[in-house]
C-alpha cells in the first residue's frame, strides 16, 4: 500500500492479567442465534478466556444484557486474500497509518450512538480500554495528510496469531478500508493465522471476507491463538 506508515508497533507491554472466575461453556453449544451464555463480567482475565475459547462479548439486543457470542458461520479475512482496488490503493496515498496513538479516540468514533447498530456500550469501552492498556487490544488509525485529523480506524484484540476485529470507522473516503489492508499487511507479517470479523457483511465481503463454520474456526483458532509472536510487540 502507498499508505505511510508510522508507529507501527505498541509501546504497551502486554501482560497476562489474573485468570477469570467465570467458566464458559463450549462454543459448540450456542443457541441458533450464535449465544452462548448471558452474565458473567467483563474483568480483563473473561474476556480474554471468552476470545481463546471462540467467543466475544456483546449486549444481546439495545440496552440488555451482556451476551457472550460464537456465530455460525463466522466472518473471517484470509491473509492471503484481502481485495485491494487500484482506487483503494489511490485513496491509500492522502493517509498515515498509525498504531495504538489513539485507542480512546478510534472506540469513541465506533461507539457513536449515532451509527446504526451502535453496540458498544460504556462498560465495553471501560474494558477494551483495560486491555489496551496491558497490552492486548490495539487501534489502527488512519490520519489526513491534509489536515492532520483522525479519518478513520478499527481496533481489536490480538492474542499470538489471531487478531479479532472489533468494530471500525470512516470520516474520509476509504479510511476504515485503508486501516483493513495496513492491518492485514502487519499480521502477514508477523506470522498471523486468523483474522476474525465476526459477521461477514457486504461491506467485508467486498474485500474478501468469508465465511468459515464454527468446527473450523476453533480448529484454527487453537492453533493460532498458541503462535509465539505479538505483531504489535
Known amino acids: 500500500m502507498a499508505a505511510r506508515?508510522?508507529?507501527s508497533r505498541s509501546s504497551a507491554v502486554r501482560v497476562e492479567p489474573p485468570a477469570s472466575q467465570w467458566d464458559f461453556p463450549p462454543a459448540e453449544t450456542a443457541d441458533e442465534q450464535g449465544v452462548v451464555g448471558i452474565g458473567a463480567d467483563l474483568e480483563p482475565g473473561t474476556v480474554l478466556r471468552a476470545y481463546r475459547s471462540g467467543m466475544f462479548?456483546?449486549?444481546v439486543f439495545t440496552g440488555g444484557p451482556m451476551g457472550w457470542w460464537s456465530p455460525d458461520p463466522r466472518g473471517t479475512i484470509p491473509l492471503d486474500g484481502l481485495r485491494v482496488t487500484r482506487s483503494l490503493r489511490q485513496s491509500a496515498k492522502r493517509y498515515e497509518v498509525r498504531v495504538d496513538t489513539a485507542f480512546e479516540s478510534v472506540i469513541d468514533?465506533?461507539?457513536d450512538p449515532s451509527?446504526?447498530?451502535?453496540?458498544i456500550t460504556p462498560e465495553i469501552k471501560e474494558a477494551y480500554g483495560r486491555l489496551h492498556a496491558?497490552?492486548?487490544v490495539h487501534s489502527v488509525?488512519?490520519?489526513s495528510l491534509e489536515t492532520g485529523e483522525l479519518s478513520g480506524g478499527l481496533y481489536g484484540v490480538s492474542i499470538g496469531g489471531f487478531f479479532a476485529g472489533e468494530s471500525m470507522f470512516h470520516r474520509g473516503r476509504d479510511a476504515s478500508k485503508v486501516a483493513l489492508v495496513h492491518l492485514v499487511e502487519l499480521l502477514a507479517s508477523s506470522s498471523g493465522q486468523l483474522l476474525d470479523v465476526q459477521w461477514t457483511t457486504p461491506h467485508l465481503r467486498s474485500m474478501g471476507a468469508?465465511?468459515?463454520s464454527r468446527y473450523e474456526?476453533?480448529?484454527r483458532l487453537a492453533s493460532a491463538t498458541l503462535v509465539d509472536t505479538d505483531p504489535f510487540g
Open 134 to 136: 496491558i497490552g492486548w
Open 57 to 59: 462479548p456483546m449486549p
Open 109 to 111: 468514533a465506533c461507539r
Open 141 to 143: 488509525e488512519c490520519w
Open 115 to 119: 451509527r446504526e447498530g451502535a453496540w
Open 5 to 7: 506508515a508510522a508507529a
Open 217 to 219: 474456526y476453533l480448529d
Open 210 to 212: 468469508v465465511d468459515m
